[in-house]
């Protein structure tokens, strides 16, 4: 089993729409949270972290839920620069990061 | 304020060669850590230093990597012999205080190995 797993999609959604994405990890020891966004051919960059009590960005609200070792994303009024691919990203060990294959949003007019 | 700096942006050669990848972290940054990513296996951690100083190689595929850094502001990885299956994009991350701060990423190196 992996140690972060993801839905691969991709997931089609139009303009306007409000997307979730959820994320499993292995590690109950797991320390911090966070979601990467990376766009086509690019390097990856931090989206935001994901705290336990809930958090948000704008748009963008991340949840976590330690009893079930999940995370989600929550995208709200999708717009077309939101197609990306967003990688879930769990931090258990210091300094290390495990990334998920990370889960590809379209959005289309 | 230069980012993470990555050299080559590409590269192709035969299997069997040696093949030299480079960064340069953000000036300041006291962690340094090297990806490779792939389709099948998405972003995986290879190894990563701290003040220049190996911490953590579980990631290493095989002997036939191997990664430096003779100061804090260069690194490289090294692949010897190349193999077709080493084909990927390798990037290399920086940051400050370690990995539960935003990691810094190049613009990453596409290798492939024919």
């Given at each position: 089993r992996k140690e972060v797993e993801q839905d691969?999609?991709?997931?089609n959604v139009p303009e306007g729409a409000t997307v979730a994405f959820n994320c499993t990890y292995?590690?109950?020891?797991?320390?911090s949270f966070f979601w990467y966004r990376q766009d086509c051919r690019k390097e990856p960059k931090l989206l935001m972290s994901v705290y336990s009590s809930g958090n948000e960005d704008g748009r963008f609200t991340a949840q976590l839920n330690r009893a079930s070792q999940y995370i989600s994303l929550l995208i709200r009024d999708?717009?077309?620069?939101?197609s990306a691919t967003y990688l879930c990203v769990v931090m258990y060990n210091t300094d290390k990061l495990i990334f998920g294959t990370g889960t590809r949003l379209q959005v289309f007019p | 304020d230069a980012g993470v700096i990555q050299s080559p942006r590409h590269e192709v050669t035969e299997m069997g060669q040696e093949v030299t990848l480079r960064c340069k972290p953000i000036s300041g940054h006291d962690y340094l850590f090297w990806y490779r990513q792939t389709m099948m296996r998405g972003l995986e951690l290879l190894i990563y230093f701290n003040n220049n100083v190996p911490?953590?190689?579980?990631?290493?595929?095989?002997?036939r990597f191997s990664a430096k850094m003779p100061n804090a502001s260069f690194s490289t990885l090294k692949i010897?012999?190349?193999?077709?299956?080493?084909?990927a994009v390798y990037f290399c991350a920086s940051n400050s205080q370690g990995a539960g701060q935003p990691q810094h990423f190049g613009d990453g190196t596409r290798l492939s190995i024919l």
């Open positions: 691969p999609g991709p997931f292995s590690n109950s020891a797991s320390q999708s717009k077309l620069s939101d | 911490i953590d190689d579980s990631g290493m595929p095989e002997d010897q012999p190349s193999e077709p299956r080493d084909s």
